[in-house]
């Protein structure tokens, strides 16, 4: 059925008007430090058990995530049905958005230091090794 597309029953169209799909905001990943935030909208629960509420804390108010399936506190990355929509929860509690990873450039760097070394201990081998003696 297309945008404009009419119902069989024409009375039915007035009454339940089609909805037009909204654009969405993105989620913007929402760390605390490092780890990983349970209040983030990224965050999510497989059983569907994540819900969200106010609490009074010593006079403010304050969100709070709260499990359905044990009635307190959501535990945070250490619930065994906690993921993240971008897959960026670590297994240590960590958001993968604030770990900075070794960029390529420095891989690159590494080998060409290794293949110099080899070079370099093959030419010295070469030189100096007797016959009998074999140097590693």
Known sequence: M?????????????FYPKREFRDRELA????LGNMCNNLCPLFKCAK???VFS?????GYTQKVAMCRLTGD???GYGCQFAYCDRKALLPNGNCAFTVKF????DFFNELEKEELELSTRSRLVKRYSKKDIFVE
């Open 48 to 50: 569907n058990a994540l």
């Open 73 to 75: 506190q959501c535990i």
């Open 28 to 31: 913007e990943p929402k760390p």
């Open 54 to 58: 106010t609490k009074v804390i010593k």
């Open 2 to 14: 297309g945008k404009n597309s009419v119902s069989k029953n024409p009375d039915r169209r007035e």
């Open 102 to 105: 070794k960029d390529g450039e």
